[in-house]
């Protein structure tokens, strides 16, 4: 345990200095036009509010995940879509952060829009709140597919970061346009190797990550 926090106070100071642990890109440097949207550096968010650890609006990922979404980003363009990132690398202080709020019962601002029909409560026992996260791995992305034209992303069914059944990737009550969406971000994610959270149809994780036990926690600057 010793060994591990040395380790994360080491990727701090690095991190201090304008340097990315080794194995980490600014995912800009890899497809220059991709689009994202960071919903944890604002308050348009199931908190309500920025999030610790998001101190701007750049996206972090290992090598490999990022390399991978080229792919997959490239292979979207030749039918006129591509994709739109929610979230990629996550500092664990941000998941404190959310473990802090879920226990704040009274805190309810967004229930009505993010969680309706869960109790706050319930949020760690029906996993939508855990004190670890594969996105503070490096290789895991929230995100969705958008029309390369307009810019709008494309019916999925459920909002980003929506707690519900409605969310989950088998869900049958929407209608088929929306469920050959998700389908289509299913396999095309899998094509190029990421595996997808059932609950949260904009959830995936690069098969073989780089870094499959450690949690990194340096700030997104």
Known sequence: MKLALKL???FVVNFAFGQLPEGFVYIHDVIPDLEYELKYFTNQNFVGKKI???????LILTKEAAKALKLIHEDLQNSNLCLKIYDGYRP??????????????????????????????????EEYIASRSGHSRGSTVDLTIIDGNTGIPIDMGSDYDFFGVQSWVNYN????????????LQVVMKKYGFRNYPREWWHFTLKGEPFPKTYFDFPIQ
């Open 173 to 184: 009550d929407i209608s088929e346009t929306q469920k050959a969406n998700r389908q289509l």
């Open 52 to 58: 610790d650890g998001y101190e701007a609006n750049k």
């Open 92 to 125: 664990q202080r941000a998941v404190n952060h959310f473990m802090k709020w879920a226990r704040d019962l009274n805190d309810t601002i967004n229930k009505n829009q993010f969680y309706p029909d869960v109790k706050k409560k319930d949020l760690f026992k």
């Open 8 to 10: 994360t106070l080491l």
